[in-house]
DNA sequence: CCAAGCGTTCTTTATAGCCGAACATAAATC
DNA sequence: GATTTATGTTCGGCTATAAAGAACGCTTGG
């Protein structure tokens, strides 16, 4: 019932094989975590064990048991119809954390001014040192019919876009240079700067007038301006950028764009400065 | 080599003995969850390992484990001076169990302009029909001086205060059974109802006239008045609450913040009614 | 200078996590 | 309505591994 066909359980066997050569590892929390993870970004409303499994590469009776505990814990519900869904000890979680980062809650004034002067899309980026990477957590949007929604909550690399750009200027040496050396620059457009030198002298570039911009770096038709936020000690905690569509960029948007920008920018650390000390 | 010293053994035998009779237990998930809990409790910015052993009455060596796995997940992240802090990780779920929940993101503007009505703060509440218990998931906060400051995201009863009364008033009869029999209507202030037939009395009033109202019920000298937020099948999600002194609580204010009030609490259902349907 | 605190490492042990397979139920298909 | 396929769930056995304790190196501060 299960395999009527040799060559069919072969090649299933051989798939399985060729992904987990190593023997199965037996990990229940960070097991627990990605599910939860996969919980969040799957976006069907039920979510299911055989699913889950599928998606962890774990035999479905284990990840029965891992939703199990999840469901005791209050991180999943069980439906009434013999399905899961997420629990309210997440939203509680999420809340707990939202607010142990005063930066949205500092930032998000300033970004909605920025917005009532420009009226382009504005929006949050956080870096994490660790993984060298930044993601959008808030945004403010224009009234422009036609606009550029940013993907917020997602993991992007700082090498290409003015959001990165932004970034990446403004962290040591070191960094710069293992960011390049680890990710090899790999293009994401045909437009992307791939040569570790030429990259060098654009973010000196941006060091140097303090922003970032960028044409269709990462989206065709975008162009996207960006400004660092630093704390008091000087490390990198994110940027705030803006984007809009080419067309609506003419020779003198850059000037009156990144004044607003920086304006905003330098609100904000203040903001930083005087709610940390 | 395994006693040396036959008092200090017993002595730290006995210890253990008396906090913890039941073997341990291995659940290395509940336990990572738990302590990711306790990190968005504790206050303090720096996290210990032995302090984070203490809470959950494990060994040290057991909280670096876990802790060490929380960091390669990404939850939990390694100080310079060898203590920890919180995980970028933490922040990005955070964002993502929010945009899951439709219902902050329906209520806050009209809570905006209830607030700006009656100049009172306002609060969503969120029900978990799990637990039996709700939870303040966001507020909008007067411009008084004399405020009374919600206590956010973290678990209350139903059966005490407004915010509570206007939930559980509409709740099916038997869950409201169980929640008298379950908690047995433990006293949280002098001035709490215990005899269950008093409080449906006091319930079926707030099912008449469609909002809960109580004097100093939780807290001494603050008055509160709630209304359920039902979806369109009749399930009570959760409520919308006023908290003012019962200094400014006038004669003629009851009817004025009450209308308000209702007219709030209308306006969100119609938008979650448009909103999935 | 030592005492006390910290995070970390190592080793041992037996427990519980994991899997495969079988089971029960429900929906879809003929 | 029978059959097929999907699902969530349970069970038993194997063994990797989570937990605990002791020892370590380190920093701190009296």
């Not at 994110?238 to 960029?249: A, H, K």
Request: charged share 25%; net charge positive.
């Amino acid at each position: 019932m299960r395999q009527p066909n040799a060559s069919r359980a072969t090649a299933s066997r051989d798939r399985h094989a060729a992904l987990a050569p190593e023997k199965r590892k037996r990990e229940p929390l960070a097991r627990g975590l990605s599910l939860i993870r996969w919980a969040l970004d799957t976006r069907t409303e039920e979510i299911g064990v055989r699913a889950a499994a599928d998606a962890l590469k774990i035999a479905p009776s284990t990840a029965h048991s891992l939703m199990s505990s999840l469901v005791a814990e209050g991180f999943l519900r069980r439906n009434a119809n013999a399905t899961y869904g997420l629990g309210h000890e997440l939203l509680m979680l999420a809340h707990k954390a939202a607010d142990r980062l005063p930066l949205s809650r500092i930032a998000l004034p300033h970004m909605r001014t920025l917005v009532a002067h420009c009226n382009e899309a504005a929006f949050l980026n956080v870096y994490n040192p660790d993984r060298q990477e930044f993601f959008a957590v808030a945004n403010v949007e224009s009234t422009q019919v036609l606009r550029y929604v940013v993907e917020m909550n997602k993991w992007k690399p700082v090498y290409v876009s003015a959001g990165g750009w932004a970034i990446m200027a403004h962290l040591p040496k070191a960094d710069r240079d293992e960011i390049c050396a680890r990710t090899k620059l790999k293009p994401l457009t045909p437009f992307s700067i791939t040569d570790p030198e030429e990259l060098e002298k654009q973010l000196a570039i941006v060091r140097a007038r303090g922003y970032a911009l960028s044409h269709s770096q990462r989206i065709p038709g975008a162009v996207g301006l960006s400004a660092p936020l630093v704390d008091p000690s000087g490390h990198v905690l994110g940027g705030i950028g803006i984007s809009l569509p080419e067309t609506r960029f003419k020779s003198d948007s850059e000037g009156e764009l990144s004044r607003l920008l920086l304006a905003c920018t330098s609100a904000i650390c203040r903001g930083i400065r005087d709610g940390n000390g």
